[in-house]
């Protein structure tokens, strides 16, 4: 049988300071991220934050200075441009401060008639958005965190115990917010879809975190003698192979719609894919640690079953 | 069981791929389900409208129409008053210089049970009415209900295969139209108001005031700017769009009309699209009985006056009345081209906006990006897809055959249940397909590593096999329910495209959960009775 790990012995729960300090500084930049986006500072998506975005094809590849500079003669100095280099498309966004009564979209369309008449396009996509719409959205991603956060924590507080439940949502918690941080400091659009991805991810880590967990109950009933943190070792190296394995397949399918998956697919790639390398880090190396940083004894799961 | 799971889905799937679908006898379409999956806006073009009503505007409407109603009734009963106009968003106001007037006045209000007066505000000259709040509450209502109507109308007659239009909370309004070719051209449809008035123009005052013969487009503001404060009481300034007949320039006349509606749009019975002696397109109007009658009627008091056709505040003509019209017939014309006669025509048929409409969401995606989307997505999800089968087998061997096989009938199950529920596919609903695979995938690893570690054990093929499904039983449930937690969440507050979304997600794991627990170990159980296994390839 082909295996890419054999039985291995790590000890993990050793390694848990350098692990609390990574992951404090990723914890940090993403609380960062998350003030920021509150204060209306982060790069917010058009869903979000209100405005206009426009994609244009245009037949022959197109200079994205000289497009500014269309835009920036015609009044519309505040857009933001961005290219997708072999298929001449262009992605113009203008925030919020605009009002949709305007007709931005039509506006854009209009300046790149007329400066650019010998290159001919097509409106792959636009997008206007009210500034209340993108309040609302803000809104309702917010409750479907917290509905799905207290959800978990609360079945997993039932399966298991309080504090699986309580280290299971501080570890999603901590992958959730190392991808925004990554997000926020790399400026990449947080978009419905991003947040989406980072939902997505939040069920992936928990799955991988349960998977985790549920060794550790077994050995718990198992073996009573061992101390905590010997048996909390043995369930991670018992499951180290599945998580790999696991992992690896998710990031085989990831890598492709990264890549090649197309604009739109693009960034909701990406953060699954970070989300995964987080998810298996944090599975590993803070939700099983930040057991045994509950205090009391270490008996009561036992007396449970 | 299995079997019946894998038959239904098949029978469901069918329709979603039209080629084969299409290839199929016609009896065995009758029985069939004939909807598969429908793609989503941003796999196959289209529009995404939400609009909200203005509904103060709507209520300012209904009161200015009972404005005019108590001008006619007052006209009628020959009560001399100053003026009577809308002084507030609810509120009118009568003034009159004859103190013995207010209670003849007074007694009108019995015909307008929708206002009540108030009496603080009156004096001896001046009566104030205020539209009961009842009835505000009423117009504001009607006013999304009405414009939802008007909106289905004028999407029916331009044509638009599987509309939606849909009312959202209070006060808006949801269009999707998937597969437009022009997402301009039926944007404006949905949003003109479509207000049509006939007004008088006020020819007596018009050359005391000095407005220029023509302005060009967007100087508007300016004209209104030099008469402001110089307007007689009850007119205002309008403007019609013209053309230059050599360049096709438009420009703007500038007219004093009074703004007394003679007749509204409402009277219409048909409006069609007609070609003039020069090939020019107009539109002509039939009136209703009532309507025709009035037409007539104001016609034949105003001959040799002009009368300006007005739509949404703008003038399209303002032809002398040559002579009374009978025959309930009129036209509209104007410069326009074919296509927008046929539009004119479709929005004046439909009927008016009871308020003007606020576009607060607009998606438009043009049809190649779509099939760019859909091209992209699916080649890379065939690609990620071909690379897990190949990696399960090269490390799990025959069992890694196994698990693919469930790979391939969770993903049959899925486009199945989806087509069966009629479903919107979507982009993040693509997502949520590729996610559930690689659920599925991860149950097998995790039974495929539990077998191993109890036939590292030493325990006979049987027996590991049984251990590996039992053990790792609950480890699944319990990911999969946490997993479904957030996919409810998500169904449950997420809007538009995540709700696609979460929808695959949620079937998803259901499906998983079936194949990964019931329909593997049907295999695995099916080869260890049929031959006695002593190696386990695995």
Redesign the interface.
């Known amino acids: 049988?082909?295996e890419?790990l054999r039985k291995t012995d790590i000890d993990f729960m050793g390694k848990r300071r350098w692990a609390f300090l990574f992951s404090g500084i990723m914890v940090v930049l993403g609380i960062v991220a998350v003030i920021q986006v509150a204060r209306g500072s982060a790069n917010l998506g058009i869903d979000f934050a209100g405005g206009t975005a426009v994609?244009l094809?245009f037949d022959q590849a197109i200079r994205v200075d000289e497009a500014r500079k269309a835009l920036e003669a015609n009044g519309l100095a505040d857009a933001e441009l961005q290219e997708f280099g072999q298929e001449n498309k262009l992605l113009i966004r203008l925030k919020a401060s605009t009002t949709?009564?305007e007709k931005v979209?039509?506006r854009v369309v209009a300046v790149f008639t007329k400066e650019f008449p010998s290159n001919h396009f097509?409106?792959?996509?636009?997008?206007?958005?009210?500034p209340?719409?993108g309040q609302?959205?803000q809104q309702?991603?917010l409750?479907?965190?917290v509905?799905?956060f207290a959800?978990?924590i609360f079945?997993?507080a039932a399966?298991f115990e309080l504090r699986f439940g309580i280290a299971a949502a501080l570890a999603t918690f901590h992958d959730v917010l190392a991808v925004l941080g990554a997000f926020y400091v790399l400026d990449k659009e947080i978009t419905?879809?991003v947040?989406?991805?980072l939902?997505?991810l939040?069920?992936?880590s928990?799955?991988?975190t349960?998977?985790v967990f549920?060794?550790i109950r077994?050995n718990l009933r198992m073996r009573r003698r061992d101390s905590e943190e010997t048996i909390i070792n043995n369930a991670v190296n018992?499951?180290l192979?599945?998580t790999i394995?696991?992992s690896?397949?998710?990031v085989?399918?990831?890598?492709?719609?990264t890549?090649?998956?197309?604009e739109?697919?693009h960034d909701?790639?990406l953060a699954?894919l970070w989300g995964v390398i987080f998810g298996t880090y944090s599975s590993i190396f803070v939700a099983s640690p930040l057991l045994l940083l509950w205090p009391g004894a270490s008996g009561r799961l036992l007396k449970r079953s | 069981m299995l079997a019946l799971v894998v038959v239904l889905s098949v029978i469901f799937f069918i329709p979603s791929y039209q080629p084969f679908y299409q290839a199929l006898p016609g009896w065995l379409k009758k029985v069939m389900p004939n909807k598969g999956i429908t793609l989503g806006l941003d796999l196959q073009g289209g529009i995404h409208l939400v609009m909200e009503v203005d509904e103060d505007r709507a209520v300012e409407i209904a009161v200015d129409r009972s404005v005019v109603s108590l001008q006619d009734g007052l006209v009628d009963k020959k009560i001399p008053v100053e003026s009577v106009a809308r002084t507030g968003p609810a509120q009118v106001t009568i003034q009159f210089q004859n103190a013995e007037l207010k209670a003849q006045i007074q007694k009108l209000n019995d015909d307008y049970p929708t206002f009540s007066e108030t009496q603080s505000a009156g004096t001896a000259n001046r009566l104030v009415w205020e539209l009961r709040e009842i009835e505000v509450k009423r117009i504001k209502d009607s006013a999304i209900n009405q414009a939802l109507e008007t909106i289905r109308n004028r999407i029916d007659q331009f044509g638009v295969a599987e509309p939606m239009v849909q009312r959202q909370g209070l006060k808006q309004i949801v269009v999707q139209l998937p597969g437009v070719k022009e997402p301009k051209r039926a944007r404006d449809l949905i949003k003109e108001t479509a207000l049509l008035e006939f007004k008088m123009l006020d020819e007596d005052n018009q050359p005391k005031l000095d407005l220029p013969a023509r302005i060009p487009k967007d100087k508007e503001a300016d004209v209104l700017k030099q008469v402001e404060g110089k307007l007689p009481e009850g007119d205002q300034i309008l403007f019609e769009r013209a053309f230059e007949k050599d360049t096709g320039r438009e420009y703007r006349i500038p007219y004093l009309v009074k703004k007394r509606v003679m007749l509204t749009g409402d009277v219409l019975s048909d409006a069609r699209v007609s070609i003039g002696q020069f090939n020019d397109p107009y539109v002509s109007i039939t009136f209703d009985a009532k309507g025709g009658r009035e037409f007539e009627r104001i016609t034949g008091d105003n001959v040799k006056k002009r009368m300006a056709v007005v739509l949404d505040n703008t003038i399209y003509s303002a032809p002398v009345i040559q002579d009374r019209i009978t025959g309930g017939r009129a036209q509209i014309t104007g410069t326009f081209s074919m296509q927008e006669a046929n539009d004119l025509a479709i929005v004046l048929r439909a009927g008016a906006l009871p308020a003007p409409l606020k576009i607060i969401q607009d998606l438009t995606v043009g049809p190649s990006l779509g099939k760019d989307s859909i091209e992209k997505g699916v080649q890379a999800t065939l690609f990620a897809g071909a690379m897990v089968v190949v990696f399960m087998i090269v490390y799990y061997r025959m069992s890694g055959v196994i698990a693919d096989f469930a790979l391939v009938l969770n993903l049959l199950c899925l486009i199945g249940a989806l087509s069966a529920l009629n479903a919107t596919l979507t982009l993040p609903g693509i997502a949520g397909i590729v996610l559930t695979m690689g659920m599925g995938v991860d149950s097998n690893v995790l039974i495929f590593e539990r077998i191993r570690e109890e036939l590292r054990l030493g325990k006979a093929v049987r027996l590991a096999v049984d251990g590996g499904y039992d053990k790792a039983l609950l480890t699944i449930v319990d990911s999969h329910v946490t997993t479904l937690i957030t996919g409810v969440a998500l169904f449950l507050f997420g809007t538009g495209p995540i709700k696609g979304f979460a929808v695959t997600l949620c079937l998803g794991i259901g499906i998983n959960l079936f194949t990964a627990l019931i329909g593997t170990k049907v295999i695995f159980d099916l080869l260890n009775q049929r031959h006695k296994v002593e190696q386990l390839s695995i």
């Open positions: 049988m082909l890419i994609q094809k949709i009564e979209a039509e097509v409106v792959d996509s636009s997008m206007e958005i009210g209340t719409i609302k959205l309702d991603a409750i479907a965190v509905i799905s959800g978990i079945y997993v399966r419905l879809l947040v989406t991805a939902l997505t939040a069920g992936y928990m799955t991988d349960v998977v549920d060794r077994e018992q499951v192979s599945r394995v696991t690896f397949t998710v085989l399918v990831l890598i492709p719609l890549l090649a998956g197309g739109v697919l909701f790639s699954l």
